[in-house]
């Protein structure tokens, strides 16, 4: 098929469907050319019951591998068509059990030489095939169980764009960015203040020429998101404060503000500091979020810097 020759693997999901379609369709007719009346989906739970052992429809589903709600939801449409009746679990009476009826019973009988023909057919594609399907799909569903699908699909998310963000030193270049990424944030909430400004506008000064440091995340080059490692005053009982974190609204849920976040305390830890700090708005609920789970705790009581500072934090190193 040129669709899926042009896809490839990733529509493996879509390749998969067609190919049951056209398999349950002949499944059907196939059904049909014994003169069994059942639909395909029901022969799961059909061919559960043919040990003639009453079961449960819970039981039936762990030991066909499908959902509660759909075995009972075929089991309902197997009982309007007469092929099982429920029964009372005579030890445990809040429970029902699920038997084949006489016609199902005939039926199953039926279906024997069916499915003897059935699997004849399956070994015929099979030794004209290069690849045993059969082998493969359990080899599949043992991979998949170790690790789903969506598993792994998200981790190869988190290292790929992992390694699209790159973590980098200040440098002149990245001046306006760092502006302009802590203004847009700031006031989309609230307003510049005097000291913001002061800080924004001569990071050097106020940041770099104390001892402090700014980290840079650059996506694909271009910079999404600043932070910086402010040295406190020395008789603060803090040696340095997690400061200026932005980051560009466009990115978000990549990861940047935390792997900023850990450079600034990695650094500090170089640093040979023992006490982190940073002031914050609870109104920031992912920041805050963020700031909890790297081990930041809030402080009982705080004097604010900032108006719009609700909330002082700490982080021992």
Same mark, same amino acid.
């Given at each position: 098929?040129?669709? =899926?020759? &042009?896809?490839?693997?990733?529509?493996?999901?879509?390749?998969? &469907?067609?190919?049951?379609?056209?398999?349950?369709?002949?499944?059907?007719?196939?059904?049909?050319?014994?003169?069994?009346?059942?639909?395909?989906?029901?022969?799961?739970?059909?061919?559960?019951? /043919?040990?003639? !052992?009453?079961?449960?429809? /819970?039981?039936?589903?762990?030991?066909?591998?499908?959902?509660?709600?759909?075995?009972?939801?075929?089991?309902?449409?197997?009982?309007?068509?007469?092929?099982?009746?429920?029964?009372?679990?005579?030890?445990?009476?809040? &429970?029902?059990?699920?038997?084949?009826?006489?016609?199902?019973?005939?039926?199953?009988?039926?279906?024997?030489?069916?499915?003897?023909?059935?699997? &004849?057919?399956?070994?015929?594609?099979?030794?004209?095939?290069?690849?045993?399907?059969?082998?493969?799909?359990?080899?599949?569903?043992?991979?998949?169980?170790?690790?789903?699908?969506?598993?792994?699909?998200?981790?190869?998310k988190a290292r790929r764009e992992h390694s699209e963000v790159e973590i980098v030193g200040y440098?002149?270049?990245?001046?306006?960015? =760092?502006?302009?990424?802590?203004?847009?944030?700031?006031?989309?909430?609230?307003?510049?203040? /005097?000291?913001?400004?002061?800080?924004?506008?001569?990071?050097?000064?106020?940041?770099?020429?104390?001892?402090?440091?700014? =980290?840079?995340?650059?996506?694909?080059?271009?910079?999404?998101?600043?932070?910086?490692?402010?040295?406190?005053?020395?008789?603060?009982?803090?040696? =340095?404060?997690?400061?200026?974190?932005?980051?560009?609204?466009?990115?978000?849920?990549?990861?940047?503000?935390? !792997?900023?976040?850990?450079?600034?305390?990695?650094?500090?830890?170089e640093l040979g500091g023992e006490m982190l700090f940073l002031e914050s708005n609870t109104r920031?609920?992912?920041?805050?979020?963020?700031?909890?789970?790297?081990?930041?705790?809030?402080?009982?009581?705080?004097?604010?810097?900032?108006? !719009?500072?609700?909330?002082?934090?700490?982080?021992?190193?």
């Amino acid at each position: 098929m040129d669709f =899926f020759e &042009r896809t490839g693997k990733m529509a493996i999901g879509s390749r998969l &469907r067609v190919l049951t379609e056209t398999l349950t369709r002949d499944a059907a007719s196939i059904y049909g050319l014994y003169g069994v009346d059942i639909k395909p989906k029901w022969f799961p739970v059909f061919y559960s019951l /043919t040990d003639e !052992r009453p079961k449960s429809v /819970t039981a039936i589903a762990k030991e066909i591998g499908q959902s509660h709600p759909s075995v009972s939801t075929i089991v309902k449409e197997m009982m309007a068509a007469g092929l099982v009746a429920e029964v009372d679990d005579c030890p445990d009476r809040r &429970r029902t059990l699920i038997t084949l009826t006489e016609h199902g019973k005939g039926i199953s009988q039926e279906l024997i030489a069916q499915l003897r023909d059935v699997e &004849r057919a399956v070994e015929e594609i099979s030794a004209e095939c290069d690849n045993d399907l059969w082998a493969a799909i359990a080899d599949w569903e043992k991979a998949l169980g170790r690790e789903s699908m969506l598993e792994r699909v998200r981790a190869i998310k988190a290292r790929r764009e992992h390694s699209e963000v790159e973590i980098v030193g200040y440098r002149p270049l990245y001046k306006k960015a =760092f502006y302009e990424l802590n203004r847009e944030w700031i006031e989309r909430y609230w307003e510049l203040e /005097t000291h913001d400004i002061e800080v924004l506008e001569n990071p050097e000064k106020h940041i770099l020429d104390k001892g402090g440091h700014i =980290f840079v995340a650059l996506y694909n080059g271009f910079p999404v998101g600043v932070c910086a490692l402010c040295p406190m005053p020395e008789e603060s009982a803090y040696d =340095f404060e997690l400061a200026k974190l932005a980051v560009d609204n466009s990115i978000q849920r990549k990861g940047v503000g935390r !792997r900023l976040c850990a450079a600034v305390i990695d650094k500090a830890r170089e640093l040979g500091g023992e006490m982190l700090f940073l002031e914050s708005n609870t109104r920031l609920k992912p920041a805050i979020a963020l700031y909890r789970k790297l081990g930041f705790k809030e402080l009982p009581e705080y004097h604010p810097a900032y108006a !719009r500072g609700d909330i002082q934090m700490e982080l021992p190193l």
